[in-house]
């Protein structure tokens, strides 16, 4: 099903029955991540599934984006949709998203879920530090022979585990999203919160998530063990359980 937002069409899928839980995708994602959760999710809640917009099935948006523009279609949805007091989960960027939206609109938000969470603006690595100065030097200064400095590039870009590489159009809205720091925001929120991390979690290590529960006043923290950031897609029945257990 599409909605139109922001002279956008917004693809969403609805399933099941009971409370509404919106569901809200990472950076290159799209609704098909919340698949293999789905079966153990749609008896017990009204799934609410959307293409955030630059993604899947939804248009892109016609300027750069930033989390406050993405809050504000979320917005939109839920009044166009008549969702009343839903329950929103957001994986990485989508848990941005969730963030941003939370203090901005208590009002129009139950309980919040925020797994794997990014909102929290990065210290980088030295290992980003040094790599990306060299792949910026090596788009300038290496002629594209035979395809040389884009594949050279690629393999930079992916042991950094850089979305820009693969961002296409959304790389001016990925670039200003990654800079925002929504620790204020955080602050911000009253709203019960259940934080949910992987412990082996590479893309968004668990401090940030230990930090997100000290600066949530109302939330609760539960790690899994030996997991990583797709935490719905490889580990789905405790993901769930702890879902459902805190709705």
Do not use: C
Not at 102 to 108: E, H, N, S, V
Not at 172 to 186: G, P, Q, S, V, Y
């Amino acid at each position: 099903m599409y909605t139109k937002i922001d002279n956008l069409q917004v693809y969403f899928q609805k399933v099941g029955r009971g409370g509404d839980l919106i569901m809200l995708h990472g950076w290159g994602q799209d609704v098909s991540t919340f698949w293999p959760s789905l079966d153990l999710l749609k008896d017990n809640f009204t799934l609410w599934l959307i293409d955030l917009p630059g993604f899947g099935r939804s248009d892109s948006p016609q300027k750069t984006y930033d989390t406050k523009d993405y809050a504000k279609v979320l917005a939109e949805f839920i009044k166009i949709n008549k969702i009343k007091n839903p329950n929103i989960l957001g994986h990485s960027f989508g848990g941005k998203i969730t963030i941003k939206f939370t203090a901005l609109y208590p009002y129009l938000v139950n309980k919040i879920i925020l797994v794997g969470a990014s909102g929290i603006k990065p210290v980088p690595s030295l290992r980003r530090t040094l790599i990306l100065p060299l792949a910026k030097i090596i788009h300038f200064l290496i002629p594209d022979i035979l395809n040389l400095k884009t594949i050279i590039r690629k393999k930079f870009y992916r042991k950094i585990e850089s979305d820009y590489e693969n961002a296409g159009l959304m790389k001016e809205t990925l670039l200003k999203t990654i800079r925002e720091d929504l620790t204020e925001d955080l602050k911000k929120i009253n709203n019960l919160a259940l934080i949910i991390w992987g412990e082996e979690d590479r893309a968004v290590p668990i401090r940030y998530g230990i930090q997100m529960y000290r600066l949530i006043k109302n939330s609760k923290l539960v790690t899994l063990e030996g997991r990583g950031h797709f935490l719905h897609v490889h580990d789905p029945e405790r993901f769930t359980y702890y879902v459902k257990d805190f709705i």
